[in-house]
């Protein structure tokens, strides 16, 4: 008689990070920049930067990666609540903002690192008028069309507007 298989491992709750981008930046600064700074050294400036503020002391990274599109992904340590690490956002990118050579002018943007999630909806009308030459809805107006008319779509944390494929 064969043993019953062993009860299945629980998977441990992804890490939570932040998400720096340069939004504005084209492929090749991303991959400068990368070039620039190693993650090491990116990790260890966000850390000195933390420990220089009072309020964000507490507040530890334990890793940060550089990802394909030219993000930076900055991970929490194991005491650092996901909510205390994006309040110190502003410190990190102002710290990173100093040590970057960026050509011209360009803001980062940041946010928390949520899995993304691709929604496909159907049976929407390009025009509001099916008269010819009616415009076609804008995306903010689709935004706003389903977020009034759709709970569910309301419910949804939109991280970008819709788009017509």
């Not at 981008?21 to 190693?38: E, F, K, N, R, Y």
């Not at 999630?117 to 009616?134: F, M, R, T, Y």
């Amino acid at each position: 008689m064969a043993a019953p298989p062993p009860p299945p491992r629980p998977v441990p709750p992804p890490q939570a990070s932040l998400v720096i981008s340069l939004p504005d930046a084209p492929c090749s600064t991303s991959l400068a920049v990368q070039l620039q700074m190693h993650a090491d050294l990116v990790m260890m400036l966000c850390s000195e930067a933390l420990t220089t503020q009072p309020t964000f002391a507490n507040v530890k990274v334990s890793a940060v990666r550089w990802t394909p599109n030219g993000n930076l992904v900055i991970f929490r340590g194991p005491d650092t609540s996901p909510a205390t690490l994006l309040s110190a956002a502003h410190v990190l990118t102002s710290t990173l903002s100093l040590r970057l050579l960026l050509p011209g002018p360009s803001h980062m943007t940041v946010c928390a690192n949520v899995k993304w999630s691709k929604v496909l909806v159907n049976g929407i009308p390009l025009c509001p008028d099916p008269a010819p030459g009616s415009r076609v809805h804008s995306s903010a107006a689709l935004h706003a069309s389903l977020t009034v008319h759709n709970p569910f779509y309301a419910a949804l944390k939109i991280t970008q507007i819709p788009s017509w494929v």
